[in-house]
Structures are given as structure tokens and as C-alpha cells.
T-cell receptor, first 116, second 114 residues
């Protein structure tokens, strides 16, 4: 257990469904991230939140909608996804500071998403 | 912008043999460098990190890495590999004052032969 918890661990959804991924951390971190990990591709940063404010959207399609209600929780709302969106979605957290790169990230175990 | 290259997609070593995984980065100044390990179905776990000081850093699980500025490299090493080390390994670079974004390499999958 890393301190970053993602639910569900596995999700199968149809292209017309709406679902949400949840990430929770109680490490006292103030920065949270969503990454997409597809087979044979590098990790892709999707969104960054610092102190609940979105500070990065890495050209992610609007069918992915993040929400960060507080520094401990992060959601990724999904709607009308495509089969190519099937991947492992990883949440991470870190300290938020001007030198936050120093700390690296703590990752959750991910949600394996399959779009059918 | 910074970038990270892991030239080896797959590596197979025998149990008990030594290991070196390569990582090259591109950045104009000294970056912050990290190695992560990912076991199947799991998230990424931090093995070690470097920001300054001694260029040889020790991490968990018996791993170490050496920062070589002249070669823009941060290779990961282990003197004797165990079967449980089979996993995927990711090198990452972070840049101060560039937001809180780490850039990851493509990963190296390590297989361990008995």
C-alpha cells in the first residue's frame, strides 16, 4: 500500500457509458496527477492539480473530465470513450512547492480500463 | 523541453548476474532524476532519486544509480539480480520551476532467468 488508493481496480465500460475513476491520498500532498499508460507507449501525463487548481491539461480530449474537490481526492469522469482509450490510468501525488520535482511522485496501483 | 530515453526495451539476465539499465536524458542544466519500478498490475514505486551531491545514489532493494553529466546518463545497477526483480523499470526527469511534471522514459522490461 503506497498511500495512494485508486478505485475501481478494473473497469469495463461501453462507449456510451459514463463512469468515474477515484483517487484518494492521505499523505499530506497538495499536488495530484492523472497519467495514462497504454501498451507500448510511454507514460502520458493527462492532468495536474496543485492545491485543488488545475495547472496542466496535456491536450486531453474532452471525454475525460477531471475533478479535484480537495487536496486528498481526485476524480476522472469518463463519457463516450473510444476503444483506444483502454489503458491503465494511474493517479499520483506529491508535495506541491517550487521545488516539488525534488520529491518525485507516489503512485496508486491504477485502474485498468477496458472500453468495449 | 526535457526528454528521457531508455534504449533497451527488453533485457534478460540470469538470476545472480549483475544488471545495468540505461537511461539518457536531454536537458540544458542538471535535472532531478528518478528511477521507478512497476510490477505487473501495479503502480510505479520509487527506487531512488538524484538532485545534487554524490553522483552515486543508493536506493531500495539493493539498487544504485550513477549520474554522469558528461554522458547525460543516469544508469541503474544492481550487483546480483533476484527473480523478484523481474518488472518494468522507468527512468524519469524532473525540472525545477517547470511545474510539477516528471517526464518518463519508455521503460525497460527486465526478465530474470533461473
Amino acid at each position: 500500500e503506497t498511500g495512494v488508493t485508486q478505485t475501481p481496480r478494473h473497469l469495463v465500460m461501453g462507449m456510451t457509458n459514463k463512469k468515474s475513476l477515484k483517487c484518494e491520498q492521505h499523505l499530506g500532498h497538495n499536488a495530484m496527477y492523472w497519467y495514462k499508460q497504454s501498451a507500448k507507449k510511454p507514460l502520458e501525463l493527462m492532468f495536474v492539480y496543485n492545491f485543488k487548481e488545475q495547472t496542466e491539461n496535456n491536450s486531453v480530449p474532452s471525454r475525460f473530465s477531471p475533478e479535484c474537490p480537495n487536496s486528498s481526492h481526485l476524480f476522472l469522469h469518463l463519457h463516450t470513450l473510444q476503444p483506444e482509450d483502454s489503458a491503465l490510468y494511474l493517479c499520483a501525488s506529491s508535495q506541491a512547492s517550487s521545488s516539488q520535482s525534488l520529491y518525485g511522485y507516489t503512485f496508486g496501483s491504477g485502474t485498468r480500463l477496458t472500453v468495449v | 523541453a526535457q526528454s528521457v530515453t531508455q534504449p533497451d526495451i527488453h533485457i534478460t539476465v540470469s538470476e545472480g548476474a549483475s544488471l545495468e539499465l540505461r537511461c539518457n536524458y536531454s536537458y540544458g542544466a542538471t535535472p532531478y532524476l528518478f528511477w521507478y519500478v512497476q510490477s505487473p498490475g501495479q503502480g510505479l514505486q520509487l527506487l531512488l532519486k538524484y538532485f545534487s551531491g554524490d553522483t552515486l545514489v543508493q536506493g531500495i532493494k539493493g539498487f544504485e544509480a550513477e549520474f554522469k553529466r558528461s554522458q547525460s546518463s543516469f544508469n541503474l545497477r544492481k550487483p546480483s539480480v533476484h527473480w523478484s526483480d523481474a518488472a518494468e523499470y522507468f527512468c524519469a526527469v524532473g525540472v525545477n520551476n517547470a511545474g510539477n511534471m516528471l517526464t518518463f522514459g519508455g521503460g525497460t522490461r527486465l526478465m530474470v532467468k533461473p
